[in-house]
């Protein structure tokens, strides 16, 4: 596509996401079947917009699912992943190796050989991780447990794509060629192109490896260099870069490049730019996926459905019935709710975006037939669009009739009310907040996300609302009009700051009261423009420290103020720190000479004479000090 043509095409593309996104949403359907919807109507089999070039749109539309797993690797800390090892490890594992072997033992006995059975199960043991987890957090699901087993599953499955890959060239090299005859062309993989399956094999090792060396001793140094720049443009255009980069290095092997994104992703967790890499990829990776979406819709082979209706439909219903009646066998055996247990089941229920690639690279190395391969691909690609409506499905007839139930009618209990304090998150730091402004006899309106953490809450007393505060509507309803403050308690660094930005943008009345995790996460709502930061640790750190100095000595007058000390100086040193915190030489300097002035203040304070007015409050030295005596020939009173 050159000149008049590429702008006729982003014409294209951008209006039918414009018009039908907004109508699906409106439906009650999600963004991404509005997507689907588009893609279909815009495609071959409807209006013919695109035609043949769809496939081109395509390629350069999967870039959005590299970026999408750039940012789920940025989100794996070492102590996230130790966290859900028991879902990843055992929830995950268990998925995919039992849909796997389901479909291999099917494949079998309807006479492929064993190598298209394992290349069968491997490949639509897949779910997509693209719409389920914009599903998912576009419900504002995905923090709880159902969202979190499926993100631990997609995540094991994204993982292991990789050994997936590594291998398909063995099952080829196991019969010589495989059932698919002599070896696809070579559409990608240049470097590894003519090595036997054990060499392939090796060139993928090899790939991995250098990704994760390359992120771990070459990456970071450089992005520290880069960001002395202090040129946003430049931190946004290496990050870009470094997604390139990765996925080009998996295209020259042969591998989808989605991968590369997602380990340089995992090695860069750790990093001080993880959340400045995830802010400037953010809005790339949103429209790259939308487009994704669109381009499936519009490459679905209607042809190939039309000459195969009964086929391709039994093929879809025995994946989509297979696999959701595995998930929620699995999600009983992890002990999940009824209604979370379904919506998992639901969630999951269909192929995956890499399908795509592993059936291409399957045909491309000979080890399953095209003709085996197409019918397979187009039945993915429809169930992925089954998956939308299959949520819908749950959110709209199951879940009411089975799982944790909406009792009251939220906006109309609430409007009603007109309380003066909107909570977001009753969870173990809101719910000490909750608790006292309740006993205190202050209306507050709490909204939480967790289905079943909100049915416990209701057990004992508590009126929580369930729901995502993030929701323009949902807040309206909950009376943030008439409320003055907005307390954001919730337990998550990216919602928690969708969620300030809503509020400043929609009712910018409400002084924001905003809980931190740490001083990462106070620097970014300071940037956002919150003036009442708290972070969780702080004030309970504060008052270990200070039983710590009494308990060694300290007189209690010398530790509180100590600790009082301690919080202004470390309060001002996050407000100044934070405008700094982009040039790393700065930051660590002025960091050290806060640390260091810090110190000399308190030791200079140790100096100072006791104080008789200090010391007086301090009933514990009192109680057990003796009494003064009464001077000599003192009357008796």
């Known amino acids: 596509m050159h000149g008049e043509a590429l702008f006729f095409q982003a014409f294209i593309y951008l209006s039918a996401a414009v018009v039908s996104v907004p109508i699906a949403k409106r439906l009650g359907l999600g963004s991404v079947l509005g997507y689907l919807i588009a893609g279909v109507v815009i495609g071959p089999f409807a209006l013919d917009l695109?035609?043949?070039?769809?496939?081109?749109?395509?390629?350069?539309?999967?870039?959005?699912?590299?970026?999408m797993l750039f940012v789920i690797g940025l989100e794996l800390q070492p102590q996230l992943l130790w966290r859900m090892r028991g879902p990843i490890l055992g929830l995950g594992g268990l998925q995919v190796t039992?849909?796997?072997?389901?479909?291999?033992?099917?494949?079998?006995?309807?006479?492929?050989s064993w190598?298209?059975?394992?290349?069968?199960?491997?490949?639509?043991?897949?779910?997509?991780?693209?719409?389920?987890?914009?599903?998912?957090?576009?419900?504002?699901?995905?923090?709880?447990?159902?969202?979190?087993?499926?993100?631990?599953?997609?995540?094991?499955?994204d993982i292991a794509v990789i050994p997936m890959l590594a291998l398909m060239p063995l099952l080829a090299s196991a019969t010589g060629h495989g059932e698919g005859g002599a070896h696809g062309a070579n559409h990608g993989g240049a470097w590894v192109a003519g090595l036997p399956g054990w060499g392939k094999t090796l060139a993928v090792l090899g790939a991995v490896g250098a990704i994760v060396l390359a992120?771990?001793?070459?990456?970071?140094?450089?992005?520290?260099f880069i960001a002395r720049t202090r040129l946003r443009e430049i931190f946004t255009a290496a990050a870009l870069l470094l997604v390139i980069g990765t996925a080009l290095?998996?295209?020259?092997?042969?591998?989808?490049?989605?991968?590369?994104?997602?380990?340089?992703?995992?090695?860069?967790?750790?990093?001080?730019?993880?959340?400045?890499?995830?802010?400037?990829?953010?809005?790339?990776?949103?429209?790259?996926?939308?487009?994704?979406?669109?381009?499936?819709?519009?490459?679905?082979?209607?042809?190939?459905?039309?000459?195969?209706?009964?086929?391709?439909?039994?093929?879809?219903?025995?994946?989509?019935l297979l696999k959701?009646?595995?998930?929620?066998?699995?999600?009983?055996?992890?002990?999940?709710?009824?209604?979370?247990?379904?919506?998992?089941?639901?969630?999951?229920?269909?192929?995956?975006?890499?399908?795509?690639?592993?059936?291409?690279?399957?045909?491309?190395?000979?080890?399953?037939?095209?003709?085996?391969?197409?019918?397979?691909?187009?039945?993915?690609?429809?169930s992925m669009g089954l998956t939308p409506l299959l949520l819908?499905?749950?959110?709209?007839?199951?879940?009411?009739?089975?799982?944790?139930?909406?009792?009251?009618r939220a906006t109309d209990a609430i409007e009603a009310e007109e309380n003066p304090v909107i909570m977001a998150g009753f969870g173990r730091f809101g719910h000490v907040v909750g608790r006292l402004l309740l006993a205190n006899k202050i209306g507050t309106t709490v909204l939480d996300l967790d289905s079943d953490h909100v049915d416990l809450l209701r057990k004992l007393g508590f009126k929580v609302f369930f729901g995502d505060a993030s929701r323009h509507d949902l807040l309206r309803a909950a009376g943030a009009e008439q409320a003055k403050l907005m307390i954001v308690a919730i337990d998550d660094v990216d919602r928690s700051l969708e969620l300030v930005r809503l509020v400043q943008k929609h009712f910018p009345h409400l002084t924001i009261l905003a809980r931190a995790f740490g001083r990462p996460h106070a620097y970014e709502l300071l940037d956002a423009g919150v003036d009442h930061v708290y972070r969780e640790t702080l004030d309970t750190s504060l008052r270990l420290g200070a039983d710590a100095l009494r308990m060694l000595g300290h007189r209690s007058y010398q530790a509180q103020r100590a600790a009082k000390t301690f919080r202004r100086h470390d309060e001002e040193s996050?407000?100044?720190?934070?405008?700094?915190r982009h040039d790393r030489g700065a930051y660590l300097n002025r960091a050290r000479d806060r640390i260091r002035h810090l110190e000399e203040v308190l030791q200079a304070d140790l100096a100072v004479p006791d104080r008789e007015l200090d010391a007086a409050w301090e009933t514990v030295s009192l109680r057990s000090e003796p009494a003064p005596q009464k001077p000599e020939g003192s009357d008796a009173s």
Request: charge should be neutral; hydrophobic fraction near 55%.
């Open 50 to 67: 695109v035609g043949d070039r769809g496939q081109d749109v395509m390629n350069f539309a999967e870039f959005g699912v590299v970026m």
């Open 392 to 408: 819908l499905l749950h959110e709209k007839l199951l879940r009411p009739r089975l799982g944790t139930r909406e009792r009251q």
């Open 115 to 157: 190598q298209v059975g394992l290349a069968l199960g491997m490949t639509l043991a897949l779910s997509s991780t693209a719409i389920v987890l914009q599903s998912l957090t576009e419900k504002g699901l995905l923090r709880t447990d159902s969202g979190q087993a499926s993100f631990a599953v997609l995540l094991f499955q």
């Open 324 to 382: 959701f009646a595995i998930l929620f066998v699995l999600g009983r055996a992890f002990r999940m709710g009824l209604d979370q247990n379904l919506l998992f089941a639901f969630a999951l229920a269909q192929g995956g975006e890499f399908g795509f690639v592993l059936f291409a690279f399957a045909a491309q190395n000979g080890v399953i037939a095209a003709s085996v391969a197409s019918p397979w691909i187009v039945s993915i690609a429809l």
């Open 574 to 580: 996050v407000r100044e720190l934070a405008a700094m």
């Open 215 to 224: 992120g771990r001793f070459l990456v970071q140094p450089a992005f520290r």
């Open 98 to 112: 039992a849909t796997a072997a389901c479909i291999a033992v099917i494949a079998l006995a309807s006479g492929h």
């Open 249 to 320: 290095l998996m295209t020259r092997v042969g591998l989808s490049p989605a991968l590369g994104a997602f380990l340089a992703g995992v090695v860069l967790a750790n990093s001080e730019y993880r959340h400045e890499l995830e802010t400037d990829i953010e809005p790339f990776k949103g429209m790259l996926l939308g487009l994704f979406f669109i381009a499936v819709g519009a490459s679905i082979d209607f042809g190939l459905i039309t000459s195969q209706p009964a086929s391709i439909a039994a093929k879809v219903a025995c994946l989509v």
